[in-house]
């Protein structure tokens, strides 16, 4: 079956650079999660997206901002890149008409900040 | 908002033995308690989960209990053998007044299950 799709699946980038994650969600699937995970950590909620809108968001820093596309994939687009950013990036997809149900992450992208 | 406790934070096992995680959460609307797996380098993965209107679910050497009275729910590992080895999260789900489904996740627990 096909999975969530993310990429790129590492990323080195310098500070106050720009960095732009990709996630392609399971097909049919139309709501889109972004979480941040830094080592030993639990993930951290950034955003959420359900048929191209913003549905929820966290903690998501200013210098941080995403969207979804019409064909359901979306993008996290992070700018002024600072060295507190090195983490790993995961996406996850789910169907909103069941309600509460499971998270289908990704892979996740490690984006390391010189 | 929700504010979920999982413990223990750390976890060794011989193997054989079992494996008992537990979780704590605070707000009465959360319906869907999933557990998620996750290997190194590897995203989160879906390995049980039960809603609030059952008390028990297991699959195979895994099982997870329900109390909502006490808002307390744990994972059971019996049999445990070296792949195992991984952090779990627990996490309680619920619906927001928008029927956006709203996920907060346990602080993990690193289990290592010893040959």
């Known amino acids: 079956a096909a999975g969530v799709i993310q990429s790129p699946r590492h990323l080195i980038k310098e500070k106050r650079e720009t960095a732009t994650l990709k996630c392609y969600p399971i097909?049919?699937?139309?709501?889109v999660y972004w979480y941040q995970q830094g080592p030993g950590q639990d993930p951290q909620f950034l955003i959420s997206f359900y048929e191209k809108m913003q549905s929820d968001k966290g903690s998501i820093p200013d210098r941080f901002s995403a969207q979804q596309f019409s064909d359901y994939h979306s993008e996290l687009n992070m700018s002024s890149l600072e060295l507190g950013d090195s983490a790993l990036y995961f996406c996850?997809?789910?169907?909103?008409?069941?309600?509460?149900?499971?998270?289908?992450f990704g892979n996740g992208t490690r984006l390391t900040v010189t | 908002g929700e504010n979920v406790e999982q413990h223990p934070s750390t976890l060794s096992v011989q193997e054989g033995d079992s494996a008992v995680i537990k979780c704590t959460y605070s707000d009465s609307a959360s319906n869907y308690f999933p557990w998620y797996k996750q290997e190194l380098g590897k995203g989160p993965q879906l390995i049980i989960d039960?809603?609030?209107?059952?008390g028990e679910k297991k699959d195979q050497r895994i099982a997870v209990t329900l109390n909502k009275t006490a808002k307390h729910f744990s994972l059971h590992i019996t049999e445990t053998q070296p792949e195992d080895s991984a952090v779990y999260f627990c996490a309680a789900s619920r619906t927001d007044s928008g029927g956006y489904q709203k996920v907060t996740f346990g602080t993990g627990t690193k289990l290592q299950v010893i040959p």
């Open positions: 996850a997809s789910s169907l909103r008409d069941r309600g509460v149900s499971p998270l289908h």
């Open positions: 097909p049919r699937h139309d709501t």
């Open positions: 039960i809603r609030s209107n059952v």
